[in-house]
């Protein structure tokens, strides 16, 4: 007799170690770059395991809030966390990430538009992770493995943030940050991410910041969200559904949670030992491959 489980909820049937082996094998490569690996769970759950309902996004959010804590525990342990960045991404994404899941329950509970959408959302994510590896741009990152990679200092206000990482100091603008991260959680609520994965490669992208310095603040900020995604789920749709409310597979979740909790640890104590052109050539083969699949297979089912 095969050891098939189902889960109430999603009715979601498969194996009951799978999301977890799953979870852990994407959280344990993407956390070194900031990401849970939710971007590449909720295609999982929506290709592999059926799950196509609008109740895949929270259940989604509900793996980042089981995931993220061990890993931000390590890089806290290890002086590694900007909590400046952290604190004011979650300032944008928060009110953001409210007006994405109005969407996503509202506009988007045909699981065809949503593929279509999340292969854009990723599409986007890839070329940017493209750009910044054909320019070489990896911010004055100190050589993996040295004891330099700590975060020494750092202040913030509204206006600007600054820090010092390894032997350089970085200052960018606040406001600037906190928009972008607006729109970031918009779009975060509707995919059912807590927004780490488009924030991360844009801030290594453009604003030139070690990667290695901001992947803790990135997964602190999408546990925020995520906490908040779920409870507007909760909350919201019973007023757009007419009573209905879209809830999370905790169950679901929490599998996922459990591998990823151990692949996001993983993740942050190897982090400093990969450098940051492997971490970007992962997840740009990662998110063209998933962009192209729902791309494609939305104009040629």
Do not use: C
Request: aromatic share 14%; proline share 6%; charged share 10%.
């Amino acid at each position: 007799m095969r050891p098939m489980f189902e889960f109430p909820v999603s009715g979601v049937e498969t194996y009951w170690w799978l999301p977890a082996l799953v979870a852990f094998g994407i959280s344990s490569i993407t956390s070194t770059g900031g990401v849970t690996g939710a971007f590449i769970i909720l295609p999982f759950q929506v290709s592999v395991l059926g799950f196509t309902g609008p109740g895949a996004s929270p259940t989604n959010m509900a793996y980042n809030i089981f995931a993220i804590p061990s890993g931000v525990w390590r890089f806290h342990k290890e002086r590694r966390m900007l909590w400046s960045l952290a604190w004011a991404t979650g300032l944008g994404t928060l009110p953001g990430v409210a007006i994405g899941a109005w969407v996503r329950i509202k506009y988007l509970p045909d699981p065809a538009a949503f593929k279509l959408f999340a292969g854009f959302v990723l599409l986007y994510l890839g070329a940017k992770l493209v750009f910044d590896l054909y320019r070489k741009r990896n911010a004055k990152a100190p050589a993996a493995g040295k004891s330099t990679m700590t975060i020494t200092s750092e202040s913030f206000n509204l206006r600007t943030m600054s820090f010092t990482y390894g032997d350089d100091t970085y200052t960018v603008s606040t406001i600037p940050i906190v928009a972008l991260s607006f729109i970031v959680g918009i779009v975060g609520g509707i995919y059912g991410i807590g927004g780490g994965a488009i924030l991360s490669p844009y801030f290594v992208a453009i604003y030139h910041l070690p990667v290695h310095s901001i992947a803790g603040a990135m997964l602190l900020g999408t546990w925020i969200t995520s906490i908040a995604g779920v409870i507007l789920f909760v909350v919201i749709s019973p007023l757009i559904t007419g009573g209905a409310v879209v809830q999370p597979d905790w169950l679901l979740g929490l599998s996922f949670g459990v591998g990823g909790a151990l692949g996001v640890y993983t993740g942050a104590y190897l982090q400093r030992f990969v450098s940051p052109t492997v971490i970007k050539i992962v997840l740009v083969v990662a998110l063209l491959f998933i962009a192209g699949k729902y791309i494609i297979g939305y104009f040629a089912p």
